[in-house]
Nanobody
Framework: QVQLVESGGGLVQAGDSLRLTCAAS????????MGWFRQAPGQEREFVAA????????YYADSAKGRFAISRDNLKNTMSLQMSSLKPEDMAVYYC??????????????????WGQGTQVTVSS
């Protein structure tokens, strides 16, 4: 079974940093483009960042550029999102996603084949 499990969410103050991690199992991790999405209450799930199979390239939503950094470790089958200078508008459930295929950049929900359960990020003012 393919499983993606996010961790690292929590409550932080505006301006703080937080690191999210996605642990993957049941798939050949290095064959998948990986991505992060987020969904705030009453909002649609939106793209945050994506990283290629080998970690050589990344792509960010405008809201994430300059503040967030995506990375992956293909030996540990993990992917991370380092978030800095967090803002209240970053508050959302963050989801890990995996996409099998050559598409790049992968910025749409439909680009991805597997999803995690999500981890809550709360940012207080």
């Amino acid at each position: 079974q393919v499983q993606l499990v996010e961790s690292g969410g929590g409550l932080v103050q505006a301006g703080d940093s937080l690191r999210l991690t996605c642990a993957a199992s049941g798939l050949k991790f290095s064959n998948y483009v990986m991505g992060w999405f987020r969904q705030a209450p009453g909002q649609e799930r939106e793209f945050v960042a994506a990283i290629t199979y080998d970690g050589q390239a990344s792509y960010y939503a405008d809201s994430a550029k300059g503040r967030f950094a995506i990375s992956r470790d293909n030996l540990k089958n993990t992917m991370s999102l380092q978030m800095s200078s967090l803002k209240p508008e970053d508050m959302a459930v963050y989801y890990c996603a995996a996409q099998y295929g050559p598409r790049w950049p992968a910025t749409r929900r439909s680009d991805y084949d597997y999803w995690g359960q999500g981890t809550q990020v709360t940012v207080s003012s």
